[in-house]
């Protein structure tokens, strides 16, 4: 990776300050450090490749709520650490549990290496998410309070970086909080280092359709929520609507209800028609957190959270088309960038099989025609790497379509994959927006698929 590149990875964060502390026990030399995201564009949770030594890299979602970092109960068995009881902590639902934990000796976040952490013991897969293979938690060890962590989409990046090194942008919406803690301050382990029950949460209050709430400032998570209590004044019309919330100790909440807010405020960010799930966090108290703003929110933005600051800076992002080379860049892979096209492929529809020859009889109605064929070729150069694209359709002047955007699967030793897609994609043109060298599985005996990403909500 270039200078430059890194410089505008980075965003705010100045390359050339001196290192002046700041970075917690166990943090590798610097004053900045990035992480590559896997699927930024998805709208989902910030996913992470994390590796122990030369093991992995293993998928971990990012969550600044989570006291600290976790790992799947196998994961932890398979690379041999040392594991024990951990405190009892009370989980979303008031109730409390037993935790396990295991011993890290280093692990390894983009350019992050953070030697002697405890983390907590997960069950298998319990943070799986739209298909991926999940194995932990990024947590507030890492994402630490006396830091400074960022993500930008756009760039497909996240960062964490010491005071020193932040320079907040001129141009930043800034958005000032106060902490809410646990009505039971008696559950929380005060023990460094490890679990220590739920992190305070950072409230700013916030409009919602012209009523004014407590709401938690929530970057783990992708549904914003609010309490029952408040939706009839906010004019939230509950309509049938399905969601999981799982929590930092991974015991999960079905939902299946939804209000759209048709505006939503805080300082002078805002969005419109933002899907609100009810809020059924019960440790804290309802005077201090009535819901939460999470990253359906900060969808639209760049976004840096100086916690000891106690502010959100945000800046709308540069735009998804623009910054493709920068995305394929965040992988360090420069064969991916030696070719005339994103990450050395192309895509085009294949009509000709969807239009029948009209009947002869012509009383008789036209047969409706077939689903076009989605043809998607990759240079030999790349053949040998397993990784997913991410398409958008765009009309002959390059706009958005408005369609759902697709997936694409290649597994190594494969140059092409078709599939019938919806006839919703006749005469669309594609161009690739992303790539991942982490693929989703494909149906059994397929060397490579396709499928439609669920339209952000």
Known sequence: ??????CSLLLAISTIAACAGGAPPGFSSGTAWIFPLVGPLEQGVLITPVTFGDQGPYLF?????????????SLAAELGFLTGLGPRLLDESDTSRQTKVAEVPAMNVGTLTI???????????????DGRDIRGVVGRDVIAD???????????VAF?????????????????????VMRHRDSVNPTAGGPTGAVARRVARVNVNGVVSELHLDLGAVHSQLAGDRWKAARLAPVPYKAAVIDELAT?????????????EVGAASAMGLVMIPYGDRRFDERDVRGTLALDFFAPYKVWANWDEKAFYLLPRDGEAETVRDRVARWNAPVLLECGEPACAKAHLDEAAAAP????DPAVPAPAPAPPTLVVTRETKVADLAYELLLEAVGADARPLGLPRLV??????????????????SGARFRVLDVDPFPRACPAGQTGCVYELAPAR
Do not use: C, W
């Not at 709520?65 to 109960?73: G, K, L, P, T, W």
């Not at 006396?146 to 497909?156: H, K, Q, T, W, Y």
């Open 1 to 6: 990776m270039t200078t430059a590149h890194r």
């Open 61 to 73: 979602v990012i969550d600044p709520d989570a006291s600290a970092s976790s790992i799947d109960e």
């Open 115 to 129: 030697k002697g952490r405890i983390v907590t013991l997960n069950d298998d897969r319990a943070f799986a998410t």
């Open 146 to 156: 006396s830091l400074v962590f960022g993500f930008d989409r756009d760039g497909g």
């Open 160 to 180: 964490v970086a010491t005071q020193e090194s932040f320079s907040a942008p001129a141009q930043a919406i800034r958005i000032g909080y106060g902490h809410a």
């Open 252 to 264: 999960t909440r079905d939902v299946d209800k939804a209000g759209i807010a048709n505006h939503v």
């Open 357 to 360: 020859p009209p009947p002869a």
């Open 408 to 425: 694409v699967t290649f597994n190594p030793g494969t140059r092409e994959v078709k599939q019938r897609v919806s006839p919703a994609f």
